[in-house]
């Protein structure tokens, strides 16, 4: 053991249980009233599809008992096999591991996985279970799409919640720490759920970061700037430039509305804002609020509006210049899409000389496993909750989110907060991610509907904005356009395939890592790769196997085609005020500082 096992403390046990005890009574209290009779009713209801999903998966299974057999027959060979290999290591005999974890796997870095025999057996006996289970499904043959996804992904949350790293008993780490201190990991551990049931107001929100630790405009958010412009949906922030000359034509920022601006501003080493001030461009950045029940009327043409149309006029008069280079982040990039195309229908596709999509989807034909949750039934009764509070509440959307990397963003919690009984340790990214916003109802259900279930923005005049139908062909300025290999929720061959749709010139690049690493990934951190190639054939795959690999971030290769595209034009650094708007507040604005269970002022 790493330190001497410590007797418990009467005095502090029985007060962490006297307080454990009335928070508990007082949250399942709550939750009864609350909570009950909703979740009978959704658990009645399959909102999720989900026992429709197995039901067809043990018809399918039990009408191949061959399958079944060679199922259970293979499984039984891996535990022999692991049997043997165990009984020649504990006499000493070095042998290869019958199920080791996969690359990134980080559940089972603790040395006793490997060095204690039970704990070693443990471990690849759940390997070899998941590996097998998994496969088995996998493989069941005659399985709608809707139901060979859902079965595939929560046949993973099941094994991933089943390994033994997330009990404390069967955790090494954790019972060396409980040995150590005297079961009082536990306890505090215990408190450390309440709490997190009080901050979801009777529902688990797990704290990933140290929420105190963070502050905006202070060590998050700190890009000198002000709000130059407000509508009801966004602020409009213009950032103090950082050199003298600048790039004529000003860059515009639209981030997701899921969530914070400041991804792109976490910390100045890592600040995306900050780097584009250094390389000489004017910044302006959209902040879109948080909203609450009055704005349940925005559609995604208000969103559409509010934001970048009205960003376009604001920073004319911000800086004379009519024309901007636009930047769409995730969600942002999709708003991006649908704006161009209406400009183009206005005839207006003049004031946009550049677009450049981060990680954005055009098509949805192929969502990934976010494809799981939105079918025809979910969408119908998430409309109904949303039309009931007039919102959807961004902690839901976060956990869902969460649930696609579930090892990463819930089980490491659960281990940590909850078993190790440690705060968790202040991260801005981590700050970030739990600092999500709503979604107006009426914008919402539009989005679902017309780009996932319909898959209509590809689709000439499959959508129509303001009485305008839409059609990307016609969108025929340059765009730049940066995925990543490894995401999760904007799959790369997906954005790819979008990237079709645009009439114009288009470079695609893409990055290494996830949808949000790959992104705020500085040259100066060296990390990653990114691969580019000039040929853009209709095919993903046959763009990869001609593409050339290079080290390092995908931001110096965007910066040289934006320097092309600028033509190399500078003006004098652009400070704010200096225009025709005046500052409104400080950035990062007011708009940011709204969070969850917070009121909005949107309607101000």
């Not at 410590?6 to 508990?24: F, G, I, K």
């Not at 009779?37 to 998966?57: F, N, P, R, T, V």
């Not at 870095?109 to 204690?116: A, T």
């Not at 200096?578 to 917070?598: A, I, N, Q, T």
């Amino acid at each position: 053991m790493d330190k001497k096992t410590q007797p418990m403390n009467p005095d502090q046990t029985a007060h962490v249980l006297h307080e454990v005890a009335e928070r508990s009574a007082k949250l399942l209290g709550e939750f009864a009233k609350k909570n009950h009779a909703s979740s009978l009713s959704s658990a009645a209801s399959d909102e999720l599809g989900i026992a429709k999903a197995y039901m067809d998966l043990y018809s399918k299974m039990l009408s191949n008992p061959a399958g079944l057999a060679a199922f259970s027959t293979n499984i039984m060979l891996d535990y022999m096999q692991l049997w043997q290999s165990s009984w020649m290591k504990m006499l000493g005999v070095q042998t290869s591991p019958v199920a080791a974890p996969a690359k990134g796997d980080g559940r089972f870095r603790d040395d006793d996985w490997s060095s204690n025999f039970l704990f070693d057996y443990m471990k690849q006996s759940y390997l070899i279970a998941s590996r097998h289970i998994q496969r088995a499904v996998a493989d069941v043959e005659g399985l709608s799409p809707e139901s060979e996804k859902k079965v595939a992904f929560f046949t993973r949350q099941y094994v991933d919640a089943l390994s033994p790293s997330n009990f404390a008993l069967t955790n090494p780490q954790v019972l060396r720490e409980t040995l150590s201190s005297g079961g009082q990991n536990l306890l505090k551990g215990l408190n450390n759920l309440l709490s997190d049931m009080e901050k979801g107001g009777g529902s688990l929100r797990i704290s990933m970061t140290d929420e105190k630790a963070f502050q905006l405009g202070k060590n998050v958010a700190t890009t000198p700037g002000k709000v130059v412009f407000q509508t009801e949906l966004m602020q409009l922030i213009q950032f103090e430039p950082t050199t003298r000359d600048a790039y004529r034509t000003p860059l515009v920022i639209i981030p997701p509305w899921i969530n914070k601006y400041y991804i792109l501003d976490l910390r100045p080493t890592n600040s995306f804002i900050k780097w584009a001030l250094d390389q000489g461009h004017t910044v302006f950045v959209i902040s879109w609020v948080n909203p609450d029940a009055r704005l349940a009327q925005m559609g995604f043409e208000d969103y559409m509006k509010q934001g970048p149309l009205a960003a376009l006029d604001a920073v004319e008069k911000a800086t004379g210049e009519r024309e901007v280079n636009f930047i769409g982040y995730c969600l942002g990039g999709t708003l991006l899409g649908a704006t161009l195309g209406f400009l183009s229908q206005k005839k207006q596709i003049n004031r946009v000389r550049s677009a450049t999509f981060f990680v954005s989807l055009l098509d949805f034909s192929a969502p990934g496993e976010l494809g799981v949750f939105i079918d025809e039934a979910q969408v119908d009764n998430l409309e109904k909750k949303m039309y009931e509070r007039g919102y959807l509440e961004g902690a839901e959307m976060a956990s869902t989110f969460n649930l696609l990397r579930a090892n990463d963003l819930v089980w490491s919690f659960v281990i940590n907060n909850y078993l190790m009984g440690k705060d968790p340790f202040p991260f801005d990214l981590l700050y970030w991610n739990s600092d999500a916003t709503r979604m107006p109802a009426r914008m919402h259900s539009f989005y679902l509907r017309n780009m996932y279930l319909k898959n209509l923005l590809g689709v000439p005049g499959g959508i129509t904005l303001e009485g305008v139908p839409i059609d990307l062909s016609k969108v025929k300025i340059p765009s730049y356009f940066i995925s990543t290999a490894e995401d999760h929720i904007a799959p790369w061959k997906t954005t790819y395939k979008g990237s079709h749709y645009l009439g114009g010139d288009v470079r695609f690049v893409l990055g290494g890592s996830g949808h949000i690493a790959g992104i705020v990934n500085p040259p100066a951190a060296k990390k990653y790769h990114y691969w580019t190639n000039d040929a853009r054939p209709e095919s993903a795959d046959d763009w990869f196997k001609t593409a050339t690999q290079h080290p390092g971030s995908w931001w110096e290769d965007w910066q040289t085609w934006m320097d092309v595209r600028n033509a190399g034009e500078k003006v004098s650094a652009r400070v704010p005020g200096d225009g025709e708007l005046k500052p409104l507040e400080d950035g990062p604005g007011s708009y940011v500082m709204l969070r969850l269970g917070k009121a909005s002022s949107g309607s101000r």
